[in-house]
Each structure stands twice: as structure tokens, then as C-alpha cells.
């Protein structure tokens, strides 16, 4: 391809069955290791554990086709011989226990047939060994059916149990009574001391000391207000008119008098002079009319002071006459008072005298009644000794009914069947490798590689065809000669099918551009030995002719 030198081909996508086929295999290949891994042959002690591969299994991918072996196991655990030894003899011990309890439980049947009454009287079994003696047959079955162990006293109480009672037995044997609880009515030790002999009455009421003095006479009423509703507004009035008919005609005198002085001045009526004399004329019967208010005023208040003294006087001998009164009745009162208490330190020393009389009775019966009180106790300590009797006998007859019950349960519990506990090993589990996922993210790296690539393989190329300094609109100014700062940044390989040429690209300026201004492209010169037609000469200076550069280029 004639751009290879500079634009890659781009990376090939996986193939996701062959992807997957890979996975698959990568998947199975761990799963086989981690089985060797974890499989791990045990040697202790006590034994061994070892595993074995057995005919592998065939497994095919649906998917691909692809057949796999998987390896199948299998596990043998062994015991060392002495533990070996140790378990057999266990399992014959189970086994023996296990045949005792059957032969036991046989017996048992008949045992349990019969009706069980704890409080049944009878023969009891008192002497095993008298009773193991006087039989000879039973000490014949004990010969041929006794448990290991047992010993001749406890196979008597087991064959007295099951059969010796039921055939009449009597030998070793003794009749017993199940222990009474005894009558509760039997506990009754007496009437309890509950009434106290009569001491008296007490003495409650000491005789009347008279009548008490609550109220001492009145006094009379308290004088709360004084003088007339109206405060002596009336007499008040009365001044002030009598006074003003007295003045009125004076002030007319005058006043007359005043018109007649203004007119013989010649000062007419309504004129600010005539204004001014009657405006001092009527302050002056202004004052007269105030001084006459306020001498109404002072006889007003010279009344009322009287009728307050008046008022005053009257609460001072009611005020008299009440604490009289009161010093009379406070008299009565202390006089019934010391009458009072001597009457009750009378009923008192009374009732102190009955109040002994009383205690000591009280405590007569006191003494009966914890008398009473320890005889109860003493009996009902009979009573619960003979319950307890009675329990303990109830107890004993119950443990030899559930003896042979028992005695099979812990033979059964001897002989249950013991599963083999296999022994747990550490594991190693190797991770799956992500075949899938590797080659995806290295096609995802290639194929970002590629695209940083051809993004700047296609900014060089827009630097090349779009460079500055045409002639027209077709041809680039690209002579060597023009350019400064020139630096080669690559090459297009392969531009010449015929001749296998290659093509320069740089990176320069124009002698004629601003500071810092950079293009990127090829020379003319370089051009012109590819295809001498692509260049073209103007005043001394090459340009290319971008309709042919194109073509070059294999882009066009």
C-alpha cells in the first residue's frame, strides 16, 4: 500500500468462536489442575486417605465441538492395624450389646404385661442373696442368662421382678406396707387464745366544765361615713349665691360708673382705649367671683372636718365599750378552760389504769398462743416426716420398675452404628486465566494504536494538501529555497509503484511568515525527481500542482 510507511493496517477483531474455544479449554485445563491440587494423599497416625483417578469422562462442548477427558476419582481411607484391631474389637462390643439388649428386651414384654400399682401391698424382695439360695433353678439361669457383670443379687432382684412375685416366692422375701402420709386433721393442737379478758371501759367523757364564752356583747355600730351624701355640696352653694346677691348690685354700679368716666373722656364705644378699660374691669370681677368660690369652699371643708371629729369620737367609745366586753369574756374562758383540763387529767389517769389492766392480758394471751403455735409446729413436722416416707417408698418402688427400661436403653446406646468421619484437607484453587478477556484487550489496545495512527496520519495529510502559499487555487509555493527552520519528521514509502520511491515530509517555515508560524509537507524538489509534471516553475520558485500531488500520494 503507498501509504504504509506512515498509516498502518489496521488490527484484525478476534474470532469469538475461536475466542470462546480457547476460554473453554483455558477453563477445563484449571479446573483438571485444581483437582490435582486439592486431591491430596493423607498419611497419619491412625491411617491413611488416598485418592485415585479412575477412567476418564468424555465431555464435548456444544458449542465447539471440542472434546475434553476429565479426570474422574475416587477415595479409600484405611486404619493402621492396631486401629484396625481397635475397631473390630468396637464393632463386636456393639454387637454383643446389642444382642443383651434383644435378649433382654424379650423379658422386658412380660414385665411390662403386668399391671403396676406403687401403692399395692405385698412381697417385696427384702434379702437377694436368701432368695438366690433357696432356688436352685434360678441359680441355674444365672449360669446360662445373667448379663456381664450382673452380679447373683442383682440377677435375683431381676428375676424376682419379672417372675418370682408372679410364682409365689417367698424366700428372701417380706411383706411391706407403703408408708401413710397420716391425717391432716390429726395436726389440730387447740383453739388459739384470741379474746382478752375485760379490763374496764375506758373513760372516754370527763364531766361538763360549763359553757364556753364565744361572743361578749355589742358594742354597737362602727361609724363609717360622716356628714351628707352630697359632702356639703348644698352649703357650699348657698355661700357662693348669697355672697354673689350681695355683689351683683355693686358690679352693676360699677360697671355703669366705668361707661360713664370712658364717655366723659371722650372715648368711644367699641374703640381699643374703650376695649381695653372693660377687659380690666372684667379681670377684676373675675378675682371677685374666685375669691368668692373659694371662701364657699373653706366653709365647705370646715363642715366636713367637724362631722369627721364628730365621727371619729363615736368609733373611740365603740372601740371602748367592744375591748370591755372582750376582757369580760377572755375571763369566762380561762376560768372554763382550767375547769376543762383538770376533768381530763382525771379521764386520763383512768384510762392509763385500764390501759395496764389491758396490756397485761394481752400478754397472758400472748404466752397461750405461743404455746399453741409450737405444739403446731412439732406436729406438722411429724406430718412432713411421714410424707416423706411415704415419697422415698414411692421413689424406690418407681427405680425398680424403670431398672430393666433402663438397662436396655444404655445397652442400646452402646451398640448405635458409628459412620466413618472422612478428614478434611487444605485446598489450592489456581484462578482461571481470562483468555477471552486478554485477547479482547489487546485488540482493544491495537485498535486504539491504530486510530491514534490514522488521526495523525490524518492531520499530516491535512497539513500536506491544505499547506499555504498557492498560486491560484492548485498549486502550493513548495520550493526548498523559500522555507526556513526545516526539520524532517517522516517518510511516505512506496509513492512510485514502478519505482519504489520515497517521499520526505518536513516540518518548516516560510522565510516570509510571523515568528512561530510552522507548516508540514514535502519539498518541490523532492516532487519533481517522483513526477516532474506535479511541479511547476514561477519567477525562480517551484510550486506543486496539488491535481497531481494527490495521485502521488494514492489519496486523490
Known sequence: ?????????????????????????TNVATAVANSYLNNINQSTPTGSLTYNTGTPYSWSDPSTGQTYSIPRWSVNQSLTQPQQNIFDLGQQTQTNLANMAQNQSQSLGDFLGKPFNPLQTGQQLSDPMAYFN????????????????????????????????????????????????????????????????????????????GQQQSTFGDAGDI??????????????QRVEESLYQRMDPQLQRDRAALDAKLADQGVQYGSPAYQAAHDQFERQVTDTRLGITQTAGQ??????????????????AQQQAYTQAQGRGQFANDAQAQMFAQAQARGSFANSAQQQ??????ARNTASN???????????????????????????????????????????????????????TPTSQIPTTDFAGILNNRFSQDMSIYQQQSNNFNSLMGGILGAAGGIGGGYLRSD?????????IGTIFGVNDDRDENLPIYRYSYKDDPMSVRHIGPMAQDVEEIDPHAVRTF??????????????????
Open 357 to 362: 389492766n389491758f396490756a397485761q392480758a394481752a
Open 134 to 209: 433357696a432356688y436352685p433353678d434360678i441359680q441355674q439361669a444365672y449360669q446360662q442368662s445373667h448379663l456381664p457383670g450382673e452380679t447373683p443379687a442383682a440377677f435375683a432382684v431381676r428375676h424376682y421382678q419379672n417372675n418370682g412375685a408372679a410364682e409365689g416366692r417367698t424366700a428372701g422375701a417380706s411383706y411391706v406396707t407403703p408408708p401413710n402420709a397420716g391425717d391432716a386433721s390429726s395436726l389440730n393442737v387447740g383453739q388459739a387464745q384470741g379474746d382478752i379478758a375485760d379490763v374496764g371501759q375506758q373513760q372516754s367523757t370527763f364531766g361538763d366544765a
Open 299 to 316: 366653709e365647705q371643708q370646715r363642715m366636713m372636718d367637724m362631722a369627721a371629729q364628730q365621727a371619729g369620737f363615736q368609733n373611740a
Open 539 to 556: 519567477g525562480k520558485t517551484k510550486y506543486i500542482d496539488k491535481t497531481r500531488l494527490g495521485s502521488i500520494l494514492k489519496v486523490a
Open 1 to 25: 500500500m503507498a501509504l504504509s510507511g506512515l498509516l498502518p493496517d489496521a488490527p484484525t477483531p478476534p474470532n469469538p468462536v475461536a475466542t470462546a474455544a480457547a476460554q473453554t479449554g
Open 223 to 236: 361609724t363609717r361615713s360622716y356628714g351628707p351624701a352630697d359632702n356639703f355640696s348644698a352649703d357650699r
Open 370 to 424: 405461743a404455746a399453741l403455735a409450737q405444739n403446731q409446729a412439732q406436729a406438722q413436722n411429724i406430718f412432713n416426716a411421714r410424707n416423706a416416707q411415704r415419697q422415698q417408698y414411692l421413689s424406690e418402688q418407681y427405680q425398680q420398675r424403670n431398672q430393666p427400661i433402663n438397662e436396655i436403653t444404655s445397652l442400646l446406646s452402646g451398640s448405635q452404628v458409628q459412620m466413618p468421619q472422612q478428614l478434611s
Open 480 to 488: 526548498r529555497r523559500s522555507r526556513e527552520n526545516i526539520d524532517r
